[in-house]
Every structure is written in C-alpha cells, then in structure tokens.
C-alpha cells in the first residue's frame, strides 16, 4: 500500500541519514548564515559535516533581513562568498551591496546541501563530550522535548570539531565554560559580560576572533562577536559569511594536517 510505503521510505532513509552522521569531522550548532557557510565549505573540502539547529527553517536571522524588510546588506569584502553561492546583488554605496534575503538564505542552505553538509532541523544541543579535555561532540535532543520540559534521554554526536554558531547567546561556550570551571576573556583581558558566558572563577578562555577557544571548539559569527566583544552588527551580514569562511579555512587545514 502506497501508505506505508511513503511512511517506510521517510523512517528508513531518515534513520540511516542519522546513523552517517554519529560520527563527524565537524558538528556545528546553530544554523544562521555563518554556519551555513562554515558547513558549505567544509563539506566541500571533502569534511563529514553536519550542522544542529533548534528551528524549523534553518537560516537564523537572514530570512527576515531587518525589520521583515526582506534585504540584506553585505560589505565588498564578502561579494567572493555571495558569487560562490550564485546569489545575485546590487551595488548601493561605499563599498556596500544588496542582496535578497529570500534568495540569499534559499541559495546558503541550498548550496551547503548540495556540497555534502547534512542540516538536521528541530535539534537542540543541550550539551558537550569532551574525551581527553578536549570538545570531542555533541548531546542533541528534540527541540519540542526541551521546549515542553519534558524527562527524554538524549542522544551523542561524536565530532572531532565543534563550532559555536549559536549566535550571542554563545550556548556552547556556556556549556564549556561551565563545565571547566573557567570564564571568558577577550584578547585584551576583558572578561566578557552576560551577554556571552557567566563569569565564575578559574582560568580564563582567551579568545581571538574566530580562532579555537578551547581544544577542540571554534566559535563563528555572531557567537564569535559575543565572545570577543564585538558590537552586534544588525543586517550588514558580510561579516557573519566571512566569519564561518575563516572558520571552515582554519578546520580545513587541521585536519588536512596543513597547521
């Protein structure tokens, strides 16, 4: 019967896209425009790489542009991404482009895709495993399971590489920081405020822009903006794509072997 073939079809395929992906090069928590970005050009390299967010639509941000006016606007420095990604932009001024949120966040997840990245949807990442002192995966649960409050065990990712995209809320720098009994700092000593992680006692997490933090941990975005101190920058989106380029560039090369 028809009926249960399209059941079957969804359930099996599903579970085996899940069991591909219990062991990763890269997990990436959060899928705004900077790990989108991330995964694209990781998976592109040949990475095993799967990205974690807590929505429906993946995108974060991006779909609504600002304010629901649905354009985006993205510096020069970030047109070599845009034109990677076949999106189409417009020159406004001093150096500044536009770009169709619609179709940017469409082409982003669409492309990401296509290159090998696989997006689980409705995923909450509650916590880290760490092996050996070192960020070495994921805790995931469904979304709706947190949101209801209800007692359901998780699930772990294994990944030699966690990247923070979670945005300002910084949720996996949280949980680091938290479990090592360390706060955050900026390059300059600056112990970051509660916008990103809770300030407790013990060793500080120096923090260089989008550099690993802790063994095992890259933070991109606007994660990365909230853990260096980095005012949020609104709908000028360029430096969240070149934010999760530089990070897909430094994981590249440590796993190539290439750092």
């Keep these: 019967m028809i009926e249960k073939q ?19 090069d890269v997990a990436i928590v959060g899928g705004g425009p900077s790990g989108i970005v991330a995964a694209y050009y990781m998976a592109k390299a040949g990475l095993r790489v799967a990205l974690f967010d807590r929505k429906l639509s993946p ?28 999106i189409r932009y ?46 070495s995966g994921v805790v995931v649960n469904w979304t709706p399971v947190l949101r209801e409050g209800l007692h359901v065990d998780p699930l772990n990712i294994m990944a030699r590489f966690v990247v923070d995209g979670t945005g300002h809320d910084s949720e996996m720098c949280r949980v680091v920081a938290r479990k090592n009994g360390i706060s955050l700092a900026t390059a300059t000593g600056e112990v970051v405020g509660e916008r990103s992680l809770d300030v407790v006692e013990g060793e500080r997490l120096v923090v260089e822009g989008t550099k690993e ?10 994660a990365s903006s909230a853990v260096s101190g980095t005012p949020r ?27």
């Design 6 to 24: 399209v059941s079957r079809g969804i359930i099996r395929t599903y579970f085996e896209k899940l069991d591909r992906n219990l062991e990763l």
């Design 59 to 86: 995108g974060g941000g991006m779909w609504g542009g600002a304010m629901m006016f649905n354009q985006i606007v993205v510096q020069r420095e970030a047109l070599g991404i845009i034109e990677d990604f076949g």
């Design 90 to 135: 417009e020159p406004y001024e001093d150096e500044l482009f536009t770009v169709d949120s619609i179709e940017s966040t469409s082409a982003l997840l669409y492309k990401a895709v296509h290159e090998g990245a696989t997006l689980f949807n409705c995923y909450s990442v509650e916590d880290v495993v760490f092996k050996d002192n070192a960020v």
């Design 213 to 222: 933090i802790y063994s095992g941990l890259y933070v991109c975005g606007m």
């Design 233 to 259: 920058m609104g709908p000028i989106f360029g430096g969240m794509l070149l934010s999760g380029k530089k990070v897909a560039d430094d994981i590249i090369a440590r796993i190539k072997g290439r750092l």
